[in-house]
């Protein structure tokens, strides 16, 4: 069989390394273009990339997608920390290549996404997120807690109040969402254990979006199919 090639941008960083494990032990692709900051790009062997895995910086994502629109190459990226700047590229390079974001690529985190849906039929309670992450995170709060909010509000239909972030020690990622009414508690929680969790779901969703048409996708749609 013939191994999914992958580019991996961001491939020194903390999950960059994780990924390049992940893809390591695969069967089903291989590290084809490994590409750090300070690296020099060599267009000949980025055309045949089968598709870019991005875990850098907000800074890097425009220049990323630029160079996979070339070959039309599909993009997985979990970068987060992204202003309106970037999140507009999304929709915009999404009509001319499969591209997939998700600011936390854990399928559990799908699953709770989802799950948030429920809320709707108790929206009078009172809600409130809560993240930890490790001490050298840079945004805050984390894209995870953004998403988490974004799809809250939208079940329960107004505004809440923001995330509570903090910061301390080598914690992977928990976010805890708290639904609460003078009666009761639900406290809805998801721990990531270790970073092989986001690698592995970045790599799946690579591997799921080479068959996938030019479009904006989410880990979701891995998960649960796409409404494309
Ligand atoms: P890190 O600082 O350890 O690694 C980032 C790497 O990207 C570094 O090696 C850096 O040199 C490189 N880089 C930065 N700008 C670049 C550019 N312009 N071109 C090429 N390489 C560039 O950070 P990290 O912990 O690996 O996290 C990276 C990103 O992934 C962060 O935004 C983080 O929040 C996010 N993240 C997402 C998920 C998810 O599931 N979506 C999970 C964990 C972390």
Redesign the pocket.
Known sequence: MKKIKIGL????????QEIAGVIEKSSSCELFYP???K?KLDAKKAAKVDVWID??????FE?VLQMAVKNKTPVVC????FTAKEKALLPKFGKQIPLLW?????LGVAVLNEALKNFAAISHFDYQIEEIHHN????KP???AITLQENLEKAVGRKLPEPLAIRGGGVF?VHKIFAMSDEEVITFEHSALN?TV?AK??VQAAEWLVKQKPGQYQIRDVLFGSKK
């Open positions: 941008v961001g491939a020194s960083g903390r999950m960059g590409l750090n900051r690296d875990f850098s910086s907000p800074e890097a220049g979990g970068t987060t920390g998700s600011s936390n690529m854990s050298r995170k840079k945004d984390s894209g995870t990622g970073r986001f779901g970045a």
